[in-house]
């Protein structure tokens, strides 16, 4: 079981694996817990796209790092690491569906309580296509490593404990092998050469 | 003169719901609810492996996860007809009632509060006297006069700031927004401390489920988690005391709380409760079972027609008959192939865009039909199928809150009141008191089974050479969830999921009847057009969810929404 309140640092995955490029997020954590290892003070999840549900896994957390697919300018498969102040903008939202991201929702709820986070980070990678059942593109998927070691050093600037897995584990990857889908787009053979 | 308001959310790359609404003489007379952004996920599951369903399933939405992963093995267990032992039952009902918990949580306060509650005015409260008019009402120690003055503080420092942040979208001051600066102080209080309430809920997700979001303990024949009262890494006696105590601390918040701000919402707007009654029939199954066999619920289902609740026909349990061959999707208004009627097990996903055409195909969503007829799902369905069939829980806390509403001396509120965009919000609240009595319950006959002995939770499935097909329901905080399987020699031929968005998100059909959204919002005031805060109160009363959210973070910062006036 994980207490969502035990670890004062995260690394939180956001998006849609479903959904192409937006599971980028998602997938790039899993790379990293299993080729890596930190101490019991970090811990490592994918959420999916939790929305509001997101502000229980940011509550009194000390250091937030978020890895997912970016809305901005650049050419797909750009990685950019973004402090709290570049990406948010609290400006007014109308919102009709609890499916927004709601980052900044919850950041600004939880700091009105006292109980945001210190910081947040966001390691964000610009995407190529986000459809249903199309797999993660190449372009994007080359962009993990890139995204990985924009975390390692985010921990390490932190000094927080980070090392690479003697025995790296296998990604639990299971949307990436898709019987119906084996065309040559980027799937469960590619996933491998990501635990290097 | 005709205004045409359009709300279409520009979220990101793809939207999710856009309502249009055609406005004359101060009130809506024409109303369309489109989905934006194509759902496609049910050919992801063709030719998978059924007992992995679920796992793909709970990722159709990023909000219901759990409901989706439910509502798969369900369908599994129902095309083998495979019992499941009753530990696997309680420990699944309790793992719903903590999703429901929250969800119905976060809708009222963190979605649609706002809608009603002017923060602005919070500076002018005199928190003694917000004290006051809880007291004697509510036993929340969260209302005491120095928390209020600790949450005025902080919207006096949030306002002076001049940065209001989220809480600046603007309908701040509208003549629509009436509650007294106290009442409006008491319900952001509880805003603020439903946060803490939103983690308990998780936790009691995340205990059973192993993690949340995305619980990790089912299997098609029951769950995963190992019971052992004599071990440290399994179900055992600490682990179940950690989950009272969660449910312990989480029930008086719901029913202190919760409950009693929904009903000072519904004493002091009870012009609410004519506005917003749109489709009049009604759908719920039953749900949470309370035996291996699933023969007994202990929340009722049912089906309502034209508001009549004396016309309310039983739904027993979910081998009911009627339901299977009564369920049916129309695609005249929604981008996809085909004509007329098709049965969810015969079901098809082939996309056909077009433009948004209001005489045409305007969304994604399908229409779905209950014999033909349109359906309305959700809390409001639950609460008029249990009043109405005498189910003693939904009378207890119906009455109570029906009480509690006239005890501010603001008139009397009927069962037939509650077809309206108020009855909508206050079901919800009456759902999660009785949601809140029911855990205890569930953790009660868990506990007692346990010490009993029996340690099962999972009867292994088998899959026959020949095709079967399956139903799977569930009754989600957003209302009936069914997903429809065809299994061939163990694997997916077809899976199909008719969500409760779908149902009340519906366009119109053949006949051109609209669907429960667009119906609702017919007779809507709308008093200034530029600030459509009435339609927001009736859309937000259904707790729109949009399956399968695309997500992506908006580095530029760009607004989320924009209302569209012609």
């Given at each position: 079981?994980?207490?969502?309140?035990?670890?004062?640092?995260?690394?939180?995955?956001?998006?849609?694996?479903?959904?192409?490029?937006?599971?980028?997020?998602?997938?790039?954590?899993?790379?990293?817990?299993?080729?890596?290892?930190?101490?019991?003070?970090?811990?490592?999840?994918?959420?999916?796209?939790?929305?509001?549900?997101?502000?229980?896994?940011?509550?009194?957390?000390?250091?937030?790092?978020?890895?997912?697919?970016?809305?901005?300018?650049?050419?797909?498969?750009?990685?950019?690491?973004?402090?709290?102040?570049?990406?948010?903008?609290?400006?007014?939202?109308?919102?009709?569906?609890?499916?927004?991201?709601?980052?900044?929702?919850?950041?600004?709820?939880?700091?009105?309580?006292?109980?945001?986070?210190?910081?947040?980070?966001?390691?964000?990678?610009?995407?190529?296509?986000?459809?249903?059942?199309?797999?993660?593109?190449?372009?994007?998927?080359?962009?993990?490593?890139?995204?990985?070691?924009?975390?390692?050093?985010?921990?390490?600037?932190?000094?927080?404990?980070?090392?690479?897995?003697?025995?790296?584990?296998?990604?639990?990857?299971?949307?990436?092998?898709?019987?119906?889908?084996?065309?040559?787009?980027?799937?469960?053979?590619?996933?491998?050469?990501?635990?290097? | 003169?005709?205004?045409?308001?359009t709300?279409d959310?520009?979220?990101?790359?793809?939207?999710?719901?856009r309502?249009d609404?055609?406005?004359?003489?101060?009130?809506?007379?024409?109303?369309w609810?489109s989905?934006t952004?194509?759902?496609?996920?049910?050919?992801?599951?063709?030719?998978?492996?059924?007992?992995?369903?679920?796992?793909?399933?709970?990722?159709?939405?990023?909000?219901?996860?759990?409901?989706?992963?439910?509502?798969?093995?369900?369908?599994?267990?129902?095309?083998?007809?495979?019992?499941?032992?009753?530990?696997?039952?309680?420990?699944?009902?309790?793992?719903?009632?903590?999703?429901?918990?929250?969800?119905?949580?976060?809708?009222?306060?963190?979605?649609?509060?706002?809608?009603?509650?002017?923060?602005?005015?919070?500076?002018?409260?005199?928190?003694?006297?917000?004290?006051?008019?809880?007291?004697?009402?509510?036993?929340?120690?969260?209302?005491?006069?120095?928390?209020?003055?600790?949450?005025?503080?902080?919207?006096?420092?949030?306002?002076?700031?001049?940065?209001?942040?989220?809480?600046?979208?603007?309908?701040?001051?509208?003549?629509?927004?009436?509650?007294?600066?106290?009442?409006?102080?008491?319900?952001?209080?509880?805003?603020?401390?439903?946060?803490?309430?939103?983690?308990?809920?998780?936790?009691?997700?995340?205990?059973?489920?192993?993690?949340?979001?995305?619980?990790?303990?089912?299997?098609?024949?029951?769950?995963?988690?190992?019971?052992?009262?004599?071990?440290?890494?399994?179900?055992?006696?600490?682990?179940?005391?950690?989950?009272?105590?969660?449910?312990?601390?989480?029930?008086?918040?719901?029913?202190?709380?919760?409950?009693?701000?929904?009903?000072?919402?519904?004493?002091?707007?009870?012009?609410?409760?004519?506005?917003?009654?749109?489709?009049?029939?009604?759908?719920?199954?039953?749900?949470?079972?309370?035996?291996?066999?699933?023969?007994?619920?202990?929340?009722?289902?049912?089906?309502?027609?034209?508001?009549?609740?004396?016309?309310?026909?039983?739904?027993?349990?979910?081998?009911?008959?009627?339901?299977?061959?009564?369920?049916?999707?129309?695609?005249?208004h929604?981008w996809?192939?085909?004509?007329?009627?098709?049965?969810?097990?015969?079901?098809?996903?082939?996309?056909?865009y077009t433009d948004f055409r209001e005489d045409g195909k305007y969304s994604?969503?399908?229409?779905?039909?209950?014999?033909?007829?349109?359906?309305?799902?959700?809390?409001?369905?639950?609460?008029?199928?249990?009043?109405?069939?005498?189910?003693?829980?939904?009378?207890?806390?119906?009455?109570?809150?029906?009480?509690?509403?006239?005890?501010?001396?603001?008139?009397?509120?009927?069962?037939?009141?509650?077809?309206?965009?108020?009855?909508?919000?206050?079901?919800?609240?009456?759902?999660?008191?009785?949601?809140?009595?029911?855990?205890?319950?569930?953790?009660?006959?868990?506990?007692?089974?346990?010490?009993?002995?029996?340690?099962?939770?999972?009867?292994?499935?088998?899959?026959?050479?020949?095709?079967?097909?399956?139903?799977?329901?569930?009754?989600?905080?957003?209302?009936?969830?069914?997903?429809?399987?065809?299994?061939?020699?163990?694997?997916?031929?077809?899976?199909?999921?008719?969500?409760?968005?779908?149902?009340?998100?519906?366009p119109?059909?053949?006949?051109?009847?609209?669907?429960?959204?667009?119906?609702?919002?017919?007779?809507?005031?709308?008093?200034?057009?530029?600030?459509?805060?009435?339609?927001?109160?009736?859309?937000?009363?259904?707790?729109?969810?949009?399956?399968?959210?695309?997500?992506?973070?908006?580095?530029?910062?760009?607004?989320?929404?924009?209302?569209?006036?012609?």
């Amino acid at each position: 079981m994980r207490d969502s309140a035990s670890s004062p640092v995260s690394v939180i995955g956001l998006g849609n694996v479903l959904l192409g490029d937006d599971g980028f997020g998602s997938m790039t954590v899993e790379v990293f817990r299993c080729a890596y290892e930190c101490g019991p003070e970090v811990e490592i999840i994918d959420l999916g796209t939790p929305g509001l549900d997101l502000a229980p896994f940011l509550y009194g957390r000390d250091v937030v790092v978020i890895v997912d697919a970016v809305a901005a300018e650049g050419q797909p498969g750009t990685v950019r690491t973004y402090a709290e102040s570049e990406l948010l903008d609290f400006r007014a939202q109308l919102r009709l569906t609890d499916h927004d991201p709601g980052l900044q929702e919850c950041l600004a709820q939880l700091r009105l309580v006292g109980r945001g986070p210190s910081e947040v980070i966001v390691v964000g990678v610009i995407p190529e296509r986000c459809a249903f059942g199309e797999g993660i593109s190449r372009t994007v998927l080359a962009a993990t490593p890139l995204a990985i070691d924009s975390i390692i050093r985010v921990l390490l600037e932190r000094g927080l404990d980070c090392r690479k897995r003697p025995q790296p584990d296998r990604p639990k990857l299971w949307w990436i092998v898709n019987p119906k889908l084996e065309d040559g787009r980027a799937y469960a053979d590619d996933a491998p050469l990501l635990t290097c | 003169m005709t205004q045409r308001i359009t709300i279409d959310p520009i979220t990101r790359i793809e939207g999710h719901l856009r309502i249009d609404v055609e406005v004359d003489g101060g009130s809506v007379q024409k109303a369309w609810a489109s989905c934006t952004m194509w759902r496609g996920i049910e050919n992801i599951l063709k030719g998978r492996d059924p007992r992995e369903g679920w796992v793909f399933a709970q990722r159709f939405c990023g909000v219901c996860t759990t409901v989706h992963a439910m509502a798969s093995v369900r369908a599994v267990e129902d095309a083998l007809q495979l019992e499941i032992p009753a530990n696997a039952q309680y420990i699944r009902n309790l793992i719903l009632i903590g999703h429901a918990l929250h969800d119905h949580i976060v809708h009222f306060y963190h979605l649609s509060a706002l809608d009603w509650v002017d923060i602005t005015t919070i500076p002018k409260a005199d928190p003694a006297r917000a004290a006051s008019i809880a007291d004697g009402v509510s036993t929340w120690p969260g209302n005491s006069h120095r928390e209020l003055a600790a949450v005025q503080d902080k919207v006096k420092g949030l306002i002076s700031s001049g940065q209001l942040g989220i809480f600046s979208h603007g309908y701040w001051g509208h003549p629509a927004m009436r509650l007294s600066p106290e009442m409006n102080l008491l319900l952001f209080a509880h805003y603020l401390q439903a946060l803490e309430f939103q983690r308990k809920s998780c936790q009691v997700v995340g205990i059973l489920g192993g993690k949340t979001p995305h619980i990790q303990n089912l299997a098609v024949g029951g769950v995963m988690n190992a019971i052992n009262l004599n071990s440290l890494a399994t179900m055992n006696m600490d682990r179940l005391g950690t989950l009272q105590s969660l449910l312990q601390d989480l029930i008086p918040f719901v029913q202190q709380a919760y409950f009693l701000d929904a009903c000072v919402l519904a004493a002091s707007y009870p012009e609410w409760f004519r506005y917003g009654r749109g489709v009049t029939n009604y759908l719920a199954v039953p749900d949470l079972p309370v035996d291996a066999k699933a023969t007994q619920f202990d929340l009722p289902g049912g089906v309502i027609s034209n508001g009549n609740l004396a016309s309310v026909r039983t739904i027993s349990d979910w081998r009911d008959q009627p339901i299977r061959a009564a369920v049916a999707e129309d695609v005249t208004h929604a981008w996809y192939e085909g004509e007329g009627l098709q049965r969810p097990w015969k079901g098809k996903t082939d996309p056909n865009y077009t433009d948004f055409r209001e005489d045409g195909k305007y969304s994604w969503v399908k229409a779905p039909r209950y014999d033909g007829a349109p359906m309305q799902v959700g809390p409001l369905s639950n609460v008029l199928v249990g009043y109405a069939s005498g189910h003693l829980l939904t009378r207890k806390w119906t009455d109570l809150a029906f009480n509690r509403i006239s005890a501010m001396d603001r008139g009397q509120v009927q069962i037939d009141d509650m077809q309206s965009t108020m009855g909508r919000y206050l079901a919800r609240a009456i759902r999660s008191a009785m949601l809140s009595d029911l855990a205890l319950k569930h953790w009660q006959l868990l506990t007692d089974n346990i010490l009993k002995g029996d340690d099962a939770t999972y009867n292994p499935p088998q899959f026959p050479q020949h095709e079967v097909v399956g139903v799977g329901m569930h009754e989600a905080p957003r209302g009936t969830l069914s997903h429809w399987v065809t299994v061939d020699k163990g694997t997916f031929s077809n899976y199909q999921a008719v969500v409760p968005t779908t149902w009340n998100a519906s366009p119109r059909d053949e006949n051109g009847v609209p669907g429960p959204y667009e119906s609702s919002l017919l007779g809507n005031p709308v008093a200034d057009p530029g600030q459509p805060l009435e339609v927001l109160r009736t859309v937000h009363s259904f707790d729109p969810c949009m399956a399968c959210a695309c997500h992506m973070l908006d580095a530029n910062g760009r607004r989320i929404a924009k209302v569209k006036v012609l």
